[in-house]
């Protein structure tokens, strides 16, 4: 085995015990501070804008699991390096894992809900590295040559036995993070929602089955790289700052308060024109005015700024809260409490606003204070303060590039423009006259209308656009403008070919 690819296979088993070490001991005192996510969390944070946008467009939901295996293959580069170059010089083995437990505290610290323990696990990875590096690397005497067949049997050995230490470890701390996991999803499972004291409407006849979107395909764009487990029995939601008075709740204090059913569309900032990142549910929460009122606001705030439990921020407009519109803290969602994924126990939700600007999940604080004192995550990386739902539709049947028959061929889709409304949709052929669609009925003005449109298809292939007029009178723009920095617009336009 040659010099270069014992270092290099030295450093890299080195790394993963010591990181898998670290990935353990995380797991049972600290959930989510191991090395590797803390390191993917401060990625996310030093990311610019555009290429945030292109890993949510073009990887959806996979973009975590994606930078967590690039990060992966990056420490494993440098570790190989480390070990290749400790072969020859053991001042390497040092150096190159103090570079990367640095790193590893720098980005534990670095986070907005950082503690002095989130950097113990990096610390761990680091030492214990170095230390399997210079077993695996060290001196040997005669007795301990290699063979004449070339194969370093004590080299072998030891990488076989830190390996399954490694794998050991590992495995024990995703058995130890699935216990935590599960545990959540116990605790989930015990909540007994009370009834609204003001349930949502039924939904109007003639709305399609997926007018309301289950949770379990409900969208998911956020920053979490772990799902946090969270205790509703410990969960506490504090609002302070422009009040009069400090408050301080619990989830049976929620629970225990009149609580509103609505159904309310929610969708992401970062949709592309036609894009996915959109969904209706059925929202059970605390109207979010009244706890503001007994808190009491002070004349001059005008924002709102949730942190999430793991540190997230999120302004809200003050007046978003109190202008008659329903904006909550959710508790349940389509009949069930939130799904961990969704926010559980506890999520604010604000009619009218992209997700970026209204709709913290994980909540734990409330801060009242001043958009010209405070920018929120989002906003101090160049997006809007605002974040007011633009008018938009989108064609989802039938699919892009679909080969149909001549014939009559139903288009359908939906268009939104919550708090106004929608008031007309068309659809336009091949660039030709714009056409009225029918508007299916809807069950309010802060929810998605769903559309369809009968087309007398011909033979060739065609383009289709749909466009959509708000309540206000407002027509869905053409020109074409990416999410950032306060939403897309556009007509969604299609191509299909009628055989």
């Given at each position: ?482 999410p950032f920095p306060d939403g897309a617009t556009g007509w969604h336009t299609i191509s299909v070919t009628v055989a």
């Open positions: 085995m040659g010099h270069r690819l014992r270092g290099a296979i030295s450093g890299i088993v080195a790394a993963g015990s010591g990181i898998a070490a670290a990935e353990l001991l995380a797991a049972a005192i600290r959930p989510g501070a191991g090395p590797l996510v803390m390191v993917g969390g401060a990625v996310i944070d030093a990311t610019p804008t555009v290429v945030k946008e292109l890993a949510v467009r073009e990887l959806g939901t996979s973009d975590k699991p994606v930078l967590l295996a690039v990060i992966g293959v990056v420490v494993a580069g440098l570790a190989a390096v480390t070990g290749v170059v400790a072969t020859r010089r053991r001042s390497a083995i040092p150096v190159g894992t103090g570079v990367l437990g640095t790193v590893g505290v720098a980005a534990a610290l670095s986070r907005p809900a950082a503690t002095v323990l989130d950097a113990v696990p990096a610390l761990l990875a680091a030492v214990l590295a170095g230390l399997a590096l210079w077993w695996l690397l060290r001196r040997r005497g005669a007795a301990a040559a290699v063979p004449d067949d070339g194969v370093d049997r004590r080299l072998v050995l030891r990488l076989s036995l830190l390996a399954a230490g490694a794998g050991a470890m590992q495995a024990a701390g995703l058995a130890v993070s699935g216990q935590r996991q599960n545990a959540a999803g116990r605790s989930r499972e015990a909540v007994r929602l009370p009834a609204a004291a003001d349930p949502a409407p039924p939904l109007p006849t003639g709305v399609t089955s997926d007018f309301i979107t289950p949770g379990g395909t409900f969208y998911r764009v956020d920053t979490a790289l772990n799902v946090p487990s969270i205790d509703p029995s410990t969960w506490r939601l504090r609002i302070h700052g422009m009040v009069d008075r400090e408050i301080e709740w619990s989830f049976a204090d929620l629970l225990r308060r009149p609580l509103i059913e609505r159904d309310i569309t929610l969708n992401c900032v970062s949709n592309e024109v036609g894009g996915p990142y959109i969904g209706t549910a059925r929202w059970l929460g605390v109207p979010l005015a009244a706890l503001l009122r007994e808190a009491g606001v002070r004349s001059g705030a005008d924002q709102i700024v949730a942190r999430s439990v793991e540190g997230m921020t999120i302004g809200t407009p003050v007046a978003t809260t109190l202008d008659g519109r329903d904006t909550m803290l959710a508790v349940g969602m389509n009949g069930e409490p939130l799904p961990l994924e969704h926010g559980f126990p506890v999520r604010m939700l604000t009619p009218g606003l992209y997700g970026y600007a209204g709709a913290c999940k994980w909540v734990t604080e409330l801060e009242l204070t001043t958009f010209d004192q405070f920018d929120a995550y989002w906003v101090k990386r160049g997006w809007g303060s605002q974040g007011t739902v633009k008018t938009a539709s989108r064609i989802d049947k039938p699919k892009p590039f679909d080969r149909m028959p001549a014939g009559t061929v139903t288009v359908a889709g939906v268009a939104w423009a919550q708090r106004r409304g929608i008031a007309a949709v068309e659809v336009s052929v091949d660039g030709g006259p714009w056409a009225a669609a029918e508007l299916l009925p809807t069950a309010s003005a802060d929810t998605w209308t769903q559309w369809r449109f009968s087309w007398r298809a011909t033979g060739g292939p065609h383009s289709l656009a749909v466009r959509a007029t708000d309540s206000d009178g407002t027509v869905q723009p053409e020109t074409r403008a990416t």
